[in-house]
């Protein structure tokens, strides 16, 4: 896992479960850079928030 941005390997990820998905938030030490994965692949903020916005 690298930063799509500066190729950096520092970063965090914080994992979480929204709806029952599982996220990762990974935060680039480096840049600052900050982007949401699922199982599926990267995702969008407008994506996490269709997520978190759905109410079960
Ligand atoms: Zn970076």
């Known amino acids: 896992m690298k930063c799509p941005n500066c190729e950096t390997r520092e970063m965090v990820v914080i994992q979480m479960v929204v709806s029952g998905e599982l996220l990762g ?25 269709d997520l978190a916005s759905v109410e079960r």
Do not use: M, P, Q, Y
């Open 25 to 49: 938030l990974h935060s680039c030490s480096f840049c600052d850079l900050r982007w949401w994965e699922t199982r599926e692949g990267i995702l969008s903020l407008a994506g996490v928030l």
